[in-house]
């Protein structure tokens, strides 16, 4: 196995999951990318990192973007003599909009990219079940992976993606603080009643539908009854912008496991709260891509 020379360079979108009904299966890629940049070296580890996370990420082997590279390395044949990396973050941290899943996705991508045939070593399927198997969730990893809107499940052990085009357009509302994942799981309940999960099966079929067709259906399809409201004591405000949009009639849901909010609109920023901030975006259809190569 032989490295390629020069540096790779790796961009990697954010991406919002569940949708609404679509728990833990429902992915959207959004126009909001982290680029990653990476080089071998004779020896050691050099990490830069700006914007998102620059004063908060480790900067050793425990770097998640460092960690899937060493996983995919391992996968392919072997880790190089020492890394050079360099991460230009965009995706906010803590909020619901997949940065760990672009972390890890940009990370195999990178390091099969820098590898000598690559992808073929690691093909398609195998980088995206590394990078489900490492994130926990395939949800915010297959729209990271493959961009537009995914459908993402586990079958058995095997990482499973169906891919759908989709142009519609957003606009998400970044609180200040940032809500973990973990704590937001830990809010949901062993069980929920038949009936709430039976509506939100047929939201989720309408979701699918709304997004890839029909989006005057969108304010139905987005409604959800077995995750958001048990969270809404973990970020009140994003549950309060919520329903003041919904009764608006935009159709909104939180992103992921929150505490981001985002609407399925434009023209709706100035609706974000004082310290917010607002990104209008569009749906990025490509996923992770190797966008310069050996330089
Ligand atoms: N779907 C997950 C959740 C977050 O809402 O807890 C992303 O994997």
């Given at each position: 196995?032989?490295?390629?020379?020069?540096?790779?360079?790796?961009?990697?979108?954010?991406?919002?999951?569940?949708?609404g009904?679509?728990?833990?299966?429902?992915?959207?890629?959004?126009?909001?990318?982290?680029?990653?940049?990476?080089?071998?070296?004779?020896?050691?580890?050099?990490?830069h990192?700006?914007?998102?996370?620059?004063?908060?990420?480790?900067l050793?082997?425990?770097?998640?973007?460092?960690?899937?590279?060493?996983?995919?390395?391992?996968?392919?044949?072997g880790?190089?003599s020492g890394?050079?990396?360099?991460?230009?973050?965009?995706?906010?941290?803590?909020?619901?909009?997949?940065?760990?899943?672009?972390?890890?996705?940009?990370?195999?991508?990178?390091?099969?990219?820098?590898?000598?045939?690559?992808?073929?070593?690691?093909?398609?399927?195998a980088?995206?079940?590394?990078?489900v198997?490492l994130?926990g969730?395939?949800?915010?990893?297959?729209?990271?992976?493959?961009?537009?809107?995914?459908?993402?499940?586990?079958?058995?052990?095997?990482?499973?993606?169906?891919?759908?085009?989709?142009?519609?357009?957003?606009?998400?509302?970044?609180?200040?603080?940032?809500?973990?994942?973990?704590?937001?799981?830990?809010?949901?309940?062993?069980?929920?009643p038949?009936?709430?999960a039976?509506?939100?099966?047929?939201?989720a079929?309408?979701?699918?539908?709304?997004?890839?067709?029909?989006?005057?259906?969108?304010?139905?399809?987005?409604?959800?009854?077995i995750?958001?409201?048990?969270?809404?004591?973990?970020?009140?405000?994003?549950?309060?912008?919520?329903?003041?949009l919904?009764?608006d009639?935009?159709?909104?849901?939180i992103?992921?496991?929150?505490?981001?909010?985002?609407?399925?609109?434009?023209?709706?920023?100035?609706?974000?709260?004082?310290?917010?901030?607002?990104?209008?975006?569009?749906?990025?259809?490509?996923?992770?891509?190797?966008?310069?190569?050996?330089?």
């Amino acid at each position: 196995m032989t490295f390629v020379d020069g540096a790779v360079t790796v961009r990697v979108p954010a991406s919002s999951a569940n949708l609404g009904p679509g728990f833990d299966a429902l992915g959207l890629a959004l126009s909001l990318h982290d680029t990653i940049t990476a080089e071998v070296i004779d020896s050691g580890l050099e990490i830069h990192v700006t914007g998102e996370g620059q004063d908060g990420v480790p900067l050793d082997e425990t770097h998640l973007v460092v960690e899937a590279m060493h996983a995919a390395f391992d996968l392919l044949g072997g880790r190089p003599s020492g890394l050079r990396l360099t991460c230009d973050n965009r995706v906010p941290h803590g909020r619901g909009l997949g940065s760990s899943a672009a972390a890890i996705v940009g990370g195999i991508v990178l390091a099969r990219a820098l590898v000598d045939g690559g992808d073929d070593l690691l093909d398609d399927a195998a980088a995206y079940q590394l990078s489900v198997d490492l994130e926990g969730h395939p949800d915010n990893v297959a729209a990271a992976f493959f961009g537009g809107l995914t459908i993402a499940w586990i079958d058995g052990a095997a990482a499973e993606v169906e891919r759908l085009a989709t142009d519609v357009e957003v606009t998400v509302f970044v609180p200040p603080a940032a809500v973990s994942t973990k704590k937001a799981r830990g809010l949901l309940p062993e069980t929920v009643p038949h009936a709430d999960a039976a509506r939100n099966a047929g939201r989720a079929a309408l979701l699918v539908a709304a997004l890839t067709g029909a989006p005057h259906r969108l304010i139905s399809a987005t409604e959800d009854w077995i995750h958001q409201g048990y969270r809404s004591e973990a970020m009140p405000d994003s549950y309060k912008l919520l329903r003041q949009l919904r009764v608006d009639g935009v159709p909104t849901i939180i992103s992921g496991a929150g505490p981001t909010v985002l609407a399925f609109a434009r023209g709706v920023a100035d609706r974000a709260p004082s310290g917010w901030a607002a990104h209008e975006l569009t749906v990025d259809q490509t996923g992770a891509e190797v966008v310069r190569d050996t330089v």
